[in-house]
């Protein structure tokens, strides 16, 4: 893929109106017919208004650059049409140049937003694209509820707060299988996660379980494979559920997930702790490597660069069986595909996927479900 998507012509229909209505009916029809504009396998980024310079900005290490939008003569359109890959899922903002400032917003005219902890931005798709059917809330799903819970930890020395979901129907005779979630909030606010499990419950891709949805006080630390995080987990958080939350004791019923660091979390408690999980679901981790790539190997990482060569010279057999998954557009794509054959080489059947996206918590959303219904049997 080269640096720069080629510019493609200008839509005549969308040339057209820009040159026939006034800017403001112009910006009522973009934001009708929907912004990025299709036609013939093609995008059109637009914006209306007066300004400098307009261009993309996207959050991908490994995706081209889209190029600066131009100013259609005669009119307040400003338009780049490009060709956006098949199946690409791009979240991108609009930096604006004035002859004030300079800032960066999200699209006015894409009603298609995606938020993460540091604030909204839009979202582009590819030709095929789709977001997959257990993302959107379904009219028939049942919801189950999520309740915060106040344990106290050893392994932390004090109280930890965490929230566990509990299916609809909870509870039941049979005990539930356990899924641990790293990032438990941000799940829930960014990447749909009652919305997610609920569809699946719901229709029966998956039997009913119960989350155990954890947050860190300090991710930087207990997510960098810190010891005592791994005794929180098993230790401290699962013994209680059982007692508590009628779920299964079996390690062979139990599945801990995370993305990013929380990718990085998973592994290390699993690891450490070889006989508690059947499974692991790991969502663009930070496995470091010795390869290099675009991603920050800043010295606030050495934990994770030690914990990743540590665990590569003695892999040991974590879990049974590993769903990975990394954007192909991530600065740590390479790391992924390296650590991959590390994951197999430690005994464990390893599924890993690239989906065109990056690190958002949109794609996490998208993989999660896809990992819950290849890992998790389906109700009777």
């Known amino acids: 893929m080269s640096d720069r998507l080629p510019l493609r012509p200008l839509p005549d229909p969308l040339a057209i109106a820009a040159r026939s209505m006034a800017p403001a009916y112009l910006r009522r029809r973009l934001t009708r017919v929907g912004v990025p504009f299709s036609a ?3 995008s059109t980024f637009t914006y209306v208004g007066d300004a400098r310079s307009v261009r993309v900005v996207h959050f ?7 190029p600066p939008l131009e100013r259609l003569e005669g009119t307040d359109l400003w338009y780049v049409t490009v060709e956006l890959p098949a199946g690409s899922r791009i979240e991108y903002q ?5 002859d004030q400032r300079t800032m960066r917003i999200v ?3 894409n009603r298609r937003t995606a938020s993460d902890p540091f604030g909204a931005n839009s979202v582009a798709r590819g030709p095929g694209y789709a977001d997959p059917p257990w993302t959107s809330p379904a009219v028939d799903a049942s919801p189950g509820t999520v309740e915060a819970l106040e344990i106290e930890s050893p392994a932390f020395a004090g109280p930890r707060t965490l929230s566990v979901y509990l299916p609809n129907g909870f509870p039941a005779e049979k005990p539930y299988p356990t899924v641990v979630f790293h990032d ?3 799940l829930l606010e960014y990447a ?4 997610v499990l609920d569809n699946l419950i719901g229709a029966g891709a998956v039997e009913p379980l119960v989350g155990l949805l954890l947050d860190p006080v300090d991710r930087n630390r207990e997510y960098m494979a810190l010891p005592a995080h791994g005794a929180f987990v098993v230790e401290d958080v699962l013994p209680h559920a059982v007692a508590e939350f009628n779920v299964s004791a079996h390690p062979s019923e139990r599945i801990i997930a995370g993305s990013s660091l929380g990718a990085v979390a998973s ?3 699993a690891w450490r702790y070889p006989d508690a999980f059947r499974s692991l679901v790991l969502l663009s981790g930070t496995f470091i490597t010795a390869v290099g790539g675009p991603f920050d190997r800043s010295p606030e990482l050495q934990p994770v660069i030690d914990f990743v060569a540590e665990f590569a010279a ?3 057999p974590p879990a049974n069986e590993a769903w990975v998954a990394c954007g192909a557009y991530e600065g740590l794509r390479d790391d992924n595909r390296v650590f991959v054959p590390v994951l197999r080489d430690a005994g464990m059947d390893v599924h890993y996927e690239e989906p065109n996206d990056g690190h958002h918590w949109q794609s996490w959303r998208n993989n999660l479900g896809d990992a819950l219904r290849a890992l998790l049997p389906p109700s009777d």
């Open 94 to 98: 609009l930096e604006i140049e004035t």
């Open 40 to 42: 013939d396998g093609t």
């Open 314 to 316: 003695a892999p040991g």
């Open 267 to 269: 592994l290390a408690t």
């Open 184 to 186: 438990g909030s941000d």
């Open 107 to 109: 699209d006015p005219l």
């Open 60 to 66: 991908m290490a490994r995706f081209p650059e889209i």
């Open 192 to 195: 749909a996660l009652t919305t």
